[in-house]
């Protein structure tokens, strides 16, 4: 609406909206809610259970993660540390989950492990405290990045 800030409204309310005058559609977008369970009548397996578990503990450590590697404070080896520690989780579980579906997932721990590694050198004999340059910023900042994954892998290698 002239002079507001975009509203996200459903179909419905658009139309309405849309009468009033001076409106402008910005996009149509689906939201879906989706709820987890097995597709096939009757209980999940104890492996698919074990599966969604796993999955949903993958979930909360990388919005942790996420949280940690965005949050507005200095890189310090102690943050490094934490990161790494929910990272080598984060890896082992996407690895469990999909290396039989993905090869990115089968590839995932070599990349992590070198990407690791790169970073350690790179703190090695920095106090705790310290706050680090922006060389180990990016490589930190790279587990946040999909398409860095391949480019990463050649520049740690």
Known sequence: MAGSLPLAVTPAEAGVLETGGSTRRL???????????????????????????????????????????????????????EILCRMDQVVELFADLFSAQAEDARRAGEVYLRMKSAIHDSIAGAPPDQPLGPDVTRLVNMFEDPRSWTRCARCTA
Do not use: C, K, Y
């Open 27 to 81: 996009w149509d977008r689906l939201l879906v809610i989706a709820h987890g369970g097995s597709t096939a009548r009757g209980a999940e397996s104890p492996e698919e259970h074990a599966a969604v578990q796993r999955f949903r503990r993958s979930n909360v450590l990388h919005a942790e993660l996420l949280g940690m590697i965005l949050e507005i404070a200095p890189l310090t080896p102690a943050r490094i540390g």
